[in-house]
């Protein structure tokens, strides 16, 4: 369904993302990880267009994605939507017009400057809301939620767009560990009960062990590990994170300090 052909992005004279390679058959739920740096980001921001390879191809279905362009492109970045750690919301909007907002490259510019969303749309985000729970903080403005319930705001603006992959780039790593669980959870359901593919940059591999059907190590932009959780030994986590001497195999707590940018707690690599 989906295959990654030799994909570099460069910047200036770094490989971002440096000639990578894989397939993904159905609606997995693949976790990717790798320290800060490791090109995770810049992949995922491919894979939506949000920023152009350098070389290489994406095949959905057998079309170069990275190949479309004007509307087309835009109609693939709603095939694939987007979860971010900073949910991305509009604070001051209320809940359900966020998660109307899903749907915005569909409608013109008229309908958009008078808010008129179609009563179809508005009971599909009210459902989808219902769905995950938080059906009763649609009228509340999104910055009055806490942390896990804007991500999962978040979750129902993409799902409003009924995409066939969700891409999310380290979805709970401004959340605490309760809220972290929420929203996993929320976004494994979708992968198995809806049957979409999910791709998460996970910033611990204890989330990705229990998460994911299939996991990627990325490296200085290069995959040095894809297989199932269980292949995930120490040896391999040392491989993909490095050892360095914020490296702690004994670490098993799943809480990322305040104080730390979420990037940075890959340091504790979180051996469970
Ligand atoms: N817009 C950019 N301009 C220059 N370098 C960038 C840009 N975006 C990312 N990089 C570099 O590409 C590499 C990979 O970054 P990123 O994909 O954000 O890694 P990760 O998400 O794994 O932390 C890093 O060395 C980063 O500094
Ligand atoms: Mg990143």
């Known amino acids: 369904m989906l295959e990654v052909k030799n994909v570099t992005r460069m910047f200036g004279q770094k490989a971002a993302v440096d000639n990578i390679s894989f397939a993904i058959d159905g609606p997995a739920f693949v976790g990717i990880i790798g320290r800060s740096g490791a090109g995770k980001s810049t992949f995922l921001r491919m894979m939506n267009r949000l920023t152009d390879a350098s070389s290489g191809s994406i095949l959905v279905e057998g079309r170069d994605v990275l190949a479309l362009k004007g509307a087309e492109a835009r109609a693939w970045q709603s095939q694939?939507?987007?979860?971010?750690?900073?949910?991305?919301?509009?604070?001051?909007?209320?809940?359900?017009?966020?998660?109307?907002?899903?749907?915005?490259?569909?409608?013109?510019?008229?309908?958009t400057m008078f808010n008129l969303w179609s009563e179809a749309d508005i009971l599909k985000a009210l459902e989808i809301l219902g769905r995950l729970g938080i059906a009763e903080q649609a009228p509340?403005?999104?910055?009055?939620?806490?942390?896990?319930?804007?991500?999962?705001?978040?979750?129902?603006?993409?799902?409003?767009?009924?995409?066939?992959?969700?891409?999310?780039?380290?979805?709970?790593?401004?959340?605490?560990?309760?809220?972290?669980?929420?929203?996993?959870?929320?976004?494994?359901?979708?992968?198995?009960?809806?049957?979409?593919?999910?791709?998460?940059?996970?910033?611990?591999?204890?989330?990705?062990?229990?998460?994911?059907?299939?996991?990627?190590?990325?490296?200085?932009?290069?995959?040095v590990f894809d297989g199932t959780p269980d292949q995930l030994s120490t040896g391999v986590a040392r491989d993909i994170y490095g050892a360095d001497e914020s490296f702690n195999e004994s670490a098993t707590s799943t809480a990322i300090p305040a104080d730390r940018r979420p990037d940075e707690a890959y340091a504790g690599a979180m051996l469970a």
């Open 80 to 111: 694939c939507a987007m979860i971010f750690q900073q949910f991305n919301l509009v604070p001051r909007m209320d809940v359900a017009s966020n998660v109307l907002h899903g749907i915005l490259n569909r409608r013109s510019t008229l309908q």
């Open 140 to 223: 509340k403005r999104a910055e009055a939620l806490s942390g896990g319930q804007q991500q999962r705001v978040a979750i129902a603006r993409a799902l409003m767009q009924d995409p066939k992959i969700i891409l999310a780039d380290e979805p709970i790593a401004s959340l605490d560990p309760m809220n972290a669980q929420v929203v996993m959870d929320t976004l494994k359901r979708i992968n198995v009960e809806d049957g979409r593919m999910v791709i998460a940059n996970l910033h611990t591999l204890d989330t990705a062990r229990r998460y994911c059907d299939r996991v990627i190590g990325m490296r200085d932009g290069r995959i």
